[in-house]
């Protein structure tokens, strides 16, 4: 059976379910971020995801590598992408940034280790002190474009377009 998959523009209102979902469930998203000779690079991470109003905002509680440092000072953008076995996927392109303000720190602090225990890990066991740890770091990510696909394609089955959200200016 082919399918053609087809992207239509949407509120993220109407994705928002699915994207809250996916990337729940999924946890580890794959990262992408372009090095100082416009090259991609690729690293796991696990991004917790905020919902402010009707836009999401992207939590990356990591450390300040001279890589992603590197990365991040010469092209700020990532690509984030999430996968299912049945091919379903959530791909966020953000522009990212560090978080420098201890407040800010906690309360991203807060919404790691909640879904930390919903996971069944513990972040203490990396950054001891929590929020306060020297070298607990946050990225946030501000996504620009978000794209949801439901489908089950290892059974030959497209369950829906490709919705996507684009942010405003």
Do not use: N
């Not at 993220?12 to 372009?34: H, K, M, Q």
């Not at 929020?131 to 949801?148: H, N, S, T």
Request: charged share 25%; aromatic share 10%; hydrophobic share 40%.
């Amino acid at each position: 059976m082919t399918s053609t998959l087809f992207s239509v523009e949407t509120p993220f209102a109407e994705l928002r379910e699915d994207f809250v979902r996916l990337t729940s469930d999924i946890g580890w998203c794959t990262v992408a971020t372009v090095d100082t000779k416009g090259r991609p690079r690729t690293r796991v991470l696990r991004v917790t995801w905020e919902i402010d109003g009707d836009t999401p905002i992207g939590w990356v509680s990591t450390r300040r590598s001279p890589t992603k440092v590197a990365h991040l000072a010469h092209t700020p953008y990532v690509s984030c992408g999430y996968w299912t076995s049945a091919h379903d996927a959530v791909f966020a392109d953000c522009r990212a940034s560090w978080v420098e303000e201890p407040g800010d720190k906690r309360h991203v602090w807060g919404i790691v280790a909640a879904e930390a225990t919903r996971q069944g890990f513990d972040p203490l066991g990396i950054w001891a002190q929590g929020a306060e740890d020297p070298k607990f770091e946050v990225l946030r990510l501000d996504p620009w474009r978000v794209q949801v696909t439901l489908q089950d394609l290892a059974h030959g089955q497209t369950i829906g377009s490709s919705r996507v959200w684009h942010a405003g200016d």
